[in-house]
C-alpha cells in the first residue's frame, strides 16, 4: 500500500548525493564569526581554518589553526562514519563513528554563550553495538595546532593528558578519565574555548550542552536566510536551497582564502542579492574591494585571476539587479574602468573584464559615461578575444571555464547561438561525461542561455549530487552558484526579455506541486512567480511584477505535458514553443496538462509485471517533492528489498496479527459504542482511521503514540496539506533515538538496532523504513473501511445479510479488497528503450472479466477471489494480515451492535471510473446514522 | 504415475496469504506457524494444471513446483 502513480520522479533528476566529495566541511560559525571551525567529513574539527597571510578585521586569534579528532582511546579506527545535519538551516552536525563494536556519536555546533564565550561544543555518546565486551575503550580527544597555545577544552569531568593514538596528532587528552573500564553507554561533553572568560571551575554540564545545543538551534531558526521566499516541489532540491542559504549567510570569509576565490566571493554577492540579502551582498563586494587593495592587485596578475575584475564583475551584476550602485560602488567602477583596459591577454582576466564590461553597458543606475566606457571596452575585448576561439580561450583551465561561463551567462556577451558559447558548452560537457557529472564549472545557466533546458536541469541536479550530506560542497562558492541556478532556472533574464519556466524540471509538475519565487530581483525590477498544480490536470501560475523597467516581452517556456493555455482567461491557440505574456503588473496563466503514463491494465499483465523486477524496477524515489529519502522496503528491489522486509517482518506475522486482535477489538467497540450512543458519526475521522492508527500503534508496540500520529490526518507525509515529510521525520528521529538508548521493544527500536550483513542502516534507510510504517496502509486501509461501510450502508439487503452471518465478513471483506482496489495503481520504472515511470492498474486487474464474473458485481461468495489488492511478488503488501483484521474486526462491531447503519447525507468521495462502473477511491467523509 | 514432481515452500517468503490452502486443501494444510506443510500427493489423482495454479496462486511466490530437479512453476 503506496505511492500513486500520478508522482513519478525521471530516472536520474532526484538528489541522493551520488557524486559527493569525500572533503565536504561544515562550517558550524554563527554570521560575522571572527573563528571560522568546520567539521570535516570524519566529524574532525579543524578551528580557525584561514590562511594565514590573510589578515580580517575582527580577527583576535591570530591565524592559528587546529585540528581535534575524536576517537577511542583504543586507537582503532572507525569502519564507517556517517554524518548528516537534521534541519539545513541550523549547522548542528552529526557525526557517527561506527567501529567493529561500538558507536561514537558525536553532535557538534558552535556556541556563543550569555556571557560572549566563543566556544565550539561537542556532545557524544559511546554505544556498545554488540553486548558489552570489556575493557570498554574511553573517548578520547586528540589535537593537533600550528600554534603553540593548548587549547582550552572543558568537560563534564575531568580531562587527563595522554598519548596520541595517531602519531601525527600532537597531544591528546582522555575524557573518560577513569581508571576503571568506561560504562558503555556513556555520555559526555567536550567544549573548545576560543574566545571570553574562564569557565568557572572549569566544569561543564551535560545539561550544559542540552542548552547550548537548544540555543543555537534557537539562534538559526530566527535567523532571516531568505527574505524573497523560493519553494520547489524538490525536497533534496529545497534542502540544499536551504543549506545553500545559510551557508551564505554565515558569510563568504571563511574558510576559503579572499584571493584565490575572487571569483567565488563574487558568487556569494549575487547569490545574497538572490535572496534578498542585501546587506550580505553588499558586504561581499566591499569585501572583494578591500581584499583587491591589501593584496595590491589591480591588473594583469600572472598567478590568478586578478581579483579587482572579478570585484567590478560581481559589483556589476548586483547592480544590474538591485538597480542602482552605491556611491562607492560607482566611484569604484569609475576608478578601475581604465585599467580593465589593459586586460587584453586572453585569460580568465579578460573574461572577467569582458563580463563585467558587458553588464555595466546594460545596467541602470550607472553614470552615462561610465556605461559608454563600458560599452566600447566589452566591444574590444570581444573583437580581441574572437580571434582565438573558445578552445584558444580557455585553454582547459577551470578558472578560465567559469570567467567564460559568467561572461555568457550573466554577462550575455556573446549572442545564445555564438560558436564561442556552443564551444564552451561543449567543453564542459566533455568534462562531466568523463568524470561523471564532476561541475568544475556550474554551467547550468550557460546551457539554459544556449537553448539547451534539459542540460541545465541534469547539470542542475549533477551540482546537487556533488553536495555532501550535511548540504554542502568542497568549495563553498558552489552554494552560491546552487542558489543562482535554482532561481536561474525559473526565472531568467535573456537581454531585454524575462523568460518564465525555462528550466523547469518535468518531474516538477506532480499533482499538489507548488513553485514559489517570491521578490526576485531581475534587471527588470523585482518579480513574484508562483505556480501551483492541482490534483487534476491544471496548472496555475501567476506573475506579479513591480517593474523599475519594463522588459521588453515577457515569455513563458510551457512544459511538455502542456495541452492548453489561457493567459489571463484568453484561451491561446497558438502551438508555439513560447507563450508570449503581456508586460503587465499582474498576469495569470492558466496550462493544462496532459498525464500520460504508460499504464499496465489486466489481472495477467500487472501480475506478471508485479513478479517482474527486472523488467520493473521499484528502486528509485517516486515521492521526491515530500522526502529526501526512498520509502523501504517498497522502493528498492531484490536482493536489497528482502534484507529490509526481513527487518518488518516478525511484526506483520500472522501470529502476531491474531495476538493483538483482542486489544483491537477493545477500541473497536469504544468507537462503536460512541456512534450507537450519539446516533451519527462520520465514518472516516471517527470510525476508520482511529481503528488503523490505533491497529497500527498496538502492532508496533507504540500504542501510547497513537494520538499523535492520529493528529496528523489521514496523510502523515501531508500535514496540512503540504506535501512535506519533516514532522514524521521528526517523530522518527526521536522514537528511533529512544530505541537506541533505552532498547525497547517497539519497532522503532527494533529498526534502530536492526542490521544488515552486520551493518546498522544509514539514518536515511531507517528513515525510509519508519516513515512506510506509518504511511503505508494508512489512506489504503481507511477507504476499504470507509468503501465497506459506504457499500453496506447503501444496501441494506446486503447488510442484513451479513450482519445475519458474520462467518462471511472475511470474504465479503476479499470481495471489498477486490471491488475497491483501495491502492488503484503502484508506480514502477519500466527498463529497456521503451522504459520510464509506469502505472501498473490494481483496479484493472481486479475488474478484469476475463478473470472475474461480472466484477462490477460485489458477491460477498466470490471463489475464488485472487484479486491483486494487496499486490503481488516480491512487494506484496506486508501489512495485508493487519489490513484484514482491522477492517473485519470494525465491520463485525458495527454490524453486532448498530446493524441498522445508513447514509446520513453525502459522502465527500474521489470516484474512479473502471470500464463504466463507479469505484469510490479516497474517502475524505461518510456520514451515517443508526436506524431509529 | 510420475513420483518426480515436489512442491517446494520457501518459508521466509511465506506470508500466511493463505491462497493454496484455499486452492488445493488436499496438498496443502495449515501448520502451526500458519504456513503450507505438503501432504503427499499422487500425481495420478492431483491434477498438474490445479498443483499448478495454486503455487502461482501465491502472492509472494513463495511456493514452486519441481518436476524431476526442474522448476516448473511459477
Known sequence: ???????????????????????????????????????????????????????????????????????????????????????????????????????????????????????????????????????????????????????????????????????????????????????????????????GPPIEGNRLSADWADEALASERQFWEAVALQLNELLVPDRGIMQLFEASARRIAQGHRTPEGLVQSGARVAAFAQAA??????????????????????????????????????????????????????????????????????????????????????????????????????????????????????????????????????????????????????????????????????????????????????KAIDRLYDLANHAGPTGGWPQASASAEFVRAVRNLLVFERGNELELLGGLPPTWLMSGAQIVVERTPTRFGPISLRMSVDDGNVARIELEADWSRPPE??????????????????????????????????????????????????????????????????????????????????????????????????????????????????????????????????????????????????????????DEWLSWGLRNNEPHGRRDSRRTDAYLARVFDEGERRRGHDAFSHIARAEIDGRPLTRLERLGVGNLLLSAGRAAAVNLICGAIWHLAGHPAARDELAADLSRVPSALEEYLRFLSPVPQMPRLAAGQAGGKVALSFLSANHDATVFNDPGRIDFDRRPNHHVAFGNGPHTCIGAHLGKLEARVLIEELLSVVPNFRPDGAPDVDWQDVAGIEVPGEFMSLPIAAER | MSTRLRVVVDRDECFSFGRCVEALPSVFVWDDEAKPVIQPFDSDVVALDALREAVESCPRMALSLIDDGRTVAP
Not at chain 1, 14 to 25: G, K, Q
Not at chain 1, 416 to 426: F, M, N
Request: proline share 7%; hydrophobic share 40%.
Open chain 1, 273 to 454: 542579492a538572490l535572496l534578498g540579502l542585501d546587506d550580505q551582498a553588499h558586504a561581499a563586494s566591499d569585501e572583494i574591494i578591500r581584499g583587491a587593495q591589501l593584496e595590491g592587485h589591480t591588473t594583469g596578475s600572472a598567478d590568478h585571476v586578478d581579483v579587482t575584475v572579478v570585484a567590478i564583475a560581481a559589483i556589476c551584476r548586483h547592480g544590474d539587479l538591485a538597480g542602482t550602485l552605491s556611491a562607492r560602488e560607482t566611484d569604484t567602477l569609475r576608478r578601475w574602468m581604465g585599467e580593465m583596459r589593459q586586460h587584453h591577454e586572453p585569460g580568465p582576466a579578460a573574461l572577467w573584464a569582458l563580463a563585467a564590461a558587458t553588464i555595466v553597458g546594460r545596467s541602470q543606475g550607472v553614470p552615462a559615461d561610465v556605461q559608454a566606457t563600458a560599452t566600447q571596452l566589452a566591444g574590444a575585448l570581444r573583437d580581441n578575444l574572437r580571434t582565438t576561439g573558445a578552445a584558444g580561450l580557455t585553454d582547459g583551465d577551470p578558472e578560465a571555464q567559469r570567467a567564460l561561463a559568467y561572461a555568457i551567462y550573466p554577462g550575455e556577451a556573446f549572442a545564445p547561438d555564438d560558436a564561442v558559447v556552443i564551444d564552451l558548452v561543449r567543453e564542459l560537457d566533455a568534462i562531466e561525461e568523463a568524470v561523471g557529472g564532476e561541475p568544475a564549472v556550474p554551467s547550468a545557466e550557460v546551457w539554459l542561455y544556449a537553448g539547451a533546458p534539459d
Open chain 1, 553 to 706: 516581452r515577457i515569455v513563458l517556456r510551457p512544459p511538455a505535458a502542456t495541452v492548453s493555455a489561457r493567459i489571463d482567461g484568453r484561451a491561446i491557440d497558438d502551438n508555439s514553443e513560447l507563450l508570449v505574456m503581456p508586460v503587465a503588473r499582474r498576469v495569470n496563466v492558466t496550462l493544462g496538462l496532459r498525464r500520460e503514463y504508460a499504464t499496465v491494465t489486466g489481472h495477467s499483465a500487472v501480475k506478471a509485471a508485479l513478479r517482474d523486477w527486472h523488467g520493473y524496477s521499484s528502486a528509485t524515489p517516486f515521492k521526491p517533492d515530500i522526502r529526501i529519502y526512498r520509502q523501504l522496503p517498497i522502493e528498492s528491489d531484490p536482493p536489497a528489498h528482502s534484507d529490509y522486509r526481513a527487518i518488518l517482518t516478525p511484526f506483520f506475522s500472522r501470529q502476531r496479527v491474531v495476538e493483538v486482535e483482542p486489544r483491537i477489538r477493545t477500541v473497536a467497540r469504544d468507537l462503536v459504542a460512541r456512534f450507537e450512543s450519539v446516533g451519527t458519526t462520520e465514518a472516516v475521522h471517527d470510525l476508520a482511521l482511529p481503528i488503523v492508527v490505533h491497529s497500527l500503534g498496538i502492532l508496533l508496540g507504540r500504542p501510547q503514540d497513537a
Open chain 1, 1 to 195: 500500500m503506496t505511492p500513486s502513480a500520478d508522482v513519478l520522479a525521471g530516472e536520474h533528476r532526484f538528489v541522493d548525493h551520488r557524486y559527493a566529495s569525500p572533503e565536504c566541511r561544515t562550517l558550524i560559525s554563527r554570521p560575522g564569526d571572527a573563528h571560522a571551525t568546520l567539521v570535516d567529513e570524519a566529524g574532525r574539527l579543524i578551528q580557525d581554518h584561514r590562511p594565514a597571510h590573510l589578515a580580517l578585521e575582527g580577527s583576535t586569534g591570530g591565524h592559528r589553526r587546529r585540528l581535534v579528532r575524536f576517537g577511542l582511546s583504543s586507537g582503532e579506527p572507525p569502519v564507517e562514519v556517517e554524518q548528516f545535519i537534521d534541519d539545513a538551516r541550523v549547522p548542528i552536525v552529526t557525526t557517527i563513528l561506527r567501529y567493529s563494536q561500538y558507536d561514537l556519536e558525536l553532535v557538534v555546533c558552535g556556541h556563543v554563550d550569555s556571557e560572549r564565550r566563543r566556544l565550539d561544543v561537542v556532545r557524544w555518546r559511546l554505544f556498545a553495538r554488540h553486548g558489552t565486551p570489556e575493557p570498554h575503550p574511553a573517548f578520547q580527544i586528540e589535537f593537533r595546532g600550528e600554534d603553540a597555545d593548548q587549547p582550552v577544552i572543558v568537560g563534564d569531568a575531568p580531562l587527563v593528558a595522554t598519548t596520541p593514538t595517531d602519531p601525527h596528532m600532537g597531544s591528546a587528552v582522555r575524557a573518560a578519565l577513569d581508571e576503571t573500564p568506561t560504562e558503555v553507554p556513556a555520555t559526555g561533553v567536550a567544549a573548545f574555548l576560543l574566545d
